[in-house]
């Protein structure tokens, strides 16, 4: 079903953000994103002088390159627009993401590095996106990739990030019995023990 209609109203403001997945030649992963917000009047800005209706009033950009196990190797954040002058004074920090794993914890870990005035609100929102993106764009081709490669995985299964993280996907849901039996669990079952090192 879809929304109600809505009631007679306004339009103020729009934020859009848009991720992208690449394979690169070399064997590992580029992940865009992009951030803008903008509104449908202008209004006066001190760094600035205006901010016209639909022009962007934050346009930020990351490219986080990541390898086949999730591990941040590099990033890069450019801020095309902006409503203060010092904001851009903090995209070169975002490098501070380098060495991450997208993971559990992963979130905690970029708020210690970036979060609050240690980094830039809408860039650092925009690394979480980016980061489900990344399992999106990796996770599908991960295990293929690894044994051609001849790369073996060893120890016990890795719980797949998306597993458990909404109602569909839930570990003792019928999705989850259908489609990936192993990790199924049953409402009275005790949990199964597994690697949950590649979940977000």
């Known amino acids: ?5 809505p ?3 306004e339009f103020l403001h729009q934020r859009k953000i848009e991720c992208q997945g690449f394979k690169r030649k070399d064997g590992l992963w580029d992940i865009e994103g992009r951030l803008t917000d903008q ?7 001190s760094f600035r002088t205006r901010i016209e209706a639909g022009e962007n009033i934050h346009d930020m950009h ?18 095309a627009a902006t409503p203060y002058a010092p904001c851009g004074d903090i995209v070169a920090d975002y490098q501070q993401l380098a060495g991450l794993r997208i993971g559990a914890g992963f979130t905690r870990k970029v708020a210690e590095r970036v979060g609050g005035n240690k980094g830039c609100t809408h860039h650092t929102e ?67 023990q597994v690697d949950e090192a590649s979940s977000a």
Not at 1 to 5: E, F, G, H, T, V
Not at 67 to 78: M, P, Q, R, S
Not at 149 to 172: F, M, S, W, Y
């Open 39 to 45: 509104k449908s009047y202008g209004f006066d800005n």
């Open 126 to 192: 925009l690394v979480g996106r980016m980061a489900t993106v990344a399992i999106q764009t990796i996770g599908p081709l991960r295990r293929k990739e690894k044994a051609a490669r001849g790369i073996v995985e060893t120890g016990p299964p890795r719980l797949p990030a998306h597993l458990n993280q909404c109602h569909a996907l839930k570990l003792d849901g019928p999705v989850v019995k259908d489609q990936y039996g192993l990790f199924y669990q049953a409402p009275d079952q005790t949990p199964k």
């Open 62 to 79: 990351i490219r986080m390159t990541v390898d086949i196990d999730f591990l941040i190797i590099e990033v890069e954040a450019w801020s």
């Open 1 to 5: 079903m879809a929304l109600s209609p």
């Open 7 to 9: 009631v007679e109203r």
